[in-house]
């Protein structure tokens, strides 16, 4: 045999191989993923990196298991496919479990090729997006595959704040499987397609007698509005993808990067904002009103928007720069401060101050949500959180009073103590301890039920109590407020701030870590 035949002969194997490699679990069990309305593996990476163009990793990597059969299961590449690109034009690595091997399972191999993507990314710089779909850990390898899952959950929590990781629900996610995501700083879900669960809805009822289906226990509509694990739901996998491509838009490659600065159109409707907030204080407004006329072109990209709608936080840019924004929703809830919108505040504060991106916050907050339940499941801790995010965050940080702010609450969302930068206040914002109704009430009670008319006098000591207390230049003479501003200064206020800030540098104590209450 001459040596050209030779090397034809081994390039024909070569794409023997390759070709069967790409097939993952065979044509049987992909149409059996086309009828569940769920794309491949490959098909995924296809769909998200530009031009469908991406350098797959590990294509013949094979697990090396014997037990329980198997040693006849034995598939090229394993149950994921990992591989890096290009996505809107910058660097990308990710990953995807192949559904059609083994139902996805994670074996050591499968957690091992992850882990190898993860450290590539971490050592590229470059955001690192992994799409689930897998019924969990492969039950044939026993202590091996927890292993496997043992190499992800580490490389996670290591490299968090430090490369963007999004994890992306296309299928089941069940078990180990659920902790990898919940550490990521983003979940995307596919309605109808993507669940997670901890134990699927046989277990639960064996175990509590409970009866409920796989969407009801996990599905999109459960964890994005209802226990906050996901942050974005979408119709389909192609729209998802869009998604996903959006929020890296707005966001670094890593920690020691900042946003790209993009092309704006000034904004023309400022003046809008005189217009927003409600003659009555009791009347509520939709604050993303605001947040659109100052944001650039209108473009405001809203995170977990299901959850806790009584805080509004997401993305923005203002004159081409990305900023995070943190609102009071006072159509929801008036604005009160409770448990899960301390977490998502929190949770956003920390994701912006990691990747150095300043934040904005509009107050509206009448204080923190009153009630045994409240109180009995901790809201004194999770509001805790939220302070420390904002005291600890070194980014700079503007906040702009739209309306009330009232005592621990005021203090929470970040206020001049708590290091902010840039503390402005519209005229009709209202700093106190507490609303006047609430602090004439228990101030003159006596002055009041002695009265000949409790009601008139009552109205009389409120209208004394918000001008001498509540009122924002009040906050201003001490130096708690750094301007009183007509709302249609607002963005530019803030564009200016910003840019004289983009240099600002501070410093937090040396340390190992705070201690966050979680």
Not at 85 to 100: E, M, R
Not at 190 to 204: A, E, N, R
Not at 245 to 273: G, V
Request: glycine share 8%; proline share 4%; aromatic share 8%.
């Amino acid at each position: 045999m001459s040596e050209n035949s030779n090397k034809k002969d081994l390039l024909k194997d070569l794409s023997e191989k390759r070709s069967k490699a790409l097939k993952g679990g065979g044509e049987k069990r992909i149409e059996s993923q086309k009828n569940k309305g769920k794309l491949t593996a490959r098909e995924r990476l296809s769909l998200f990196f530009d031009d469908g163009k991406y350098e797959e990793l590990d294509i013949f990597v094979q697990h090396q298991s014997k037990d329980l059969g198997l040693d006849k299961n034995v598939y090229d590449g394993d149950s994921v496919v990992t591989g890096y690109g290009l996505v809107n034009g910058k660097p990308t690595f990710s990953y995807a479990q192949d559904f059609t091997v083994l139902g996805g399972s994670l074996s050591l191999v499968a957690g091992k090729k992850i882990a190898k993507v993860m450290d590539l990314a971490s050592k590229n710089g470059a955001p690192i997006i992994g799409f689930n779909d897998s019924g969990g850990a492969r039950i044939q390898e026993g202590v091996d595959s927890l292993a496997g899952y043992g190499e992800v959950f580490v490389r996670n929590t290591l490299y968090s704040g430090v490369v963007p990781q999004i994890s992306v629900i296309v299928g089941p996610s069940a078990g180990g499987a659920v902790y990898s995501p919940a550490i990521t700083d983003f979940i995307f879900m596919v309605k109808d397609i993507g669940q997670m669960y901890i134990t699927g809805p046989d277990v639960v009822k064996s175990v509590t007698g409970e009866e409920i289906s796989h969407q009801d226990l996990g599905g999109s509509e459960a964890h994005s509005s209802k226990s906050g694990v996901a942050h974005f739901v979408y119709d389909s996998e192609e729209e998802c993808m869009n998604g996903i491509k959006r929020l890296l838009d707005f966001i670094p490659q890593n920690n020691l990067e900042n946003a790209s600065k993009k092309d704006f159109t000034e904004s023309t409707n400022s003046e809008e904002l005189r217009n927003i907030i409600p003659e009555k204080s009791t009347e509520p407004y939709d604050v993303k009103e605001v947040i659109t006329r100052i944001v650039d072109n209108d473009d405001f990209l809203e995170v977990h928007a299901n959850f806790a709608q009584n805080i509004v936080v997401g993305f923005g840019r203002i004159r081409g720069n990305s900023v995070g924004i943190v609102a009071n929703q006072p159509a929801s809830l008036a604005g009160m401060l409770d448990i899960n919108a301390s977490d998502k505040a929190a949770r956003f504060v920390r994701f912006c101050d990691a990747y150095n991106i300043p934040v904005i916050t509009f107050v509206d907050v009448p204080g923190f949500m009153p009630g045994v339940n409240q109180e009995h499941q901790g809201i004194i801790r999770h509001g805790a959180k939220l302070i420390y995010a904002y005291a600890e965050a070194t980014v700079p940080k503007i906040s702009v009073i739209l309306r009330k702010a009232y005592g621990g609450a005021y203090i929470v969302m970040n206020s001049k103590e708590l290091r902010s930068d840039l503390n402005l206040a519209w005229p009709t914002a209202e700093i106190a301890v507490m609303g006047p109704e609430g602090a004439v009430n228990v101030i003159s009670r006596k002055e009041i039920s002695e009265s000949k008319d409790p009601d008139a006098t009552r109205s009389k000591l409120i209208e004394e109590y918000k001008e001498k207390f509540s009122s924002p230049f009040l906050a201003a003479s001490r130096g708690y407020i750094d301007d009183v501003i007509d709302p249609a200064e607002t963005r530019s206020k803030i564009a200016t701030s910003l840019e004289i800030f983009s240099k600002k540098f501070l410093d937090n104590p040396p340390k190992k870590h705070g201690n966050i209450p979680l």
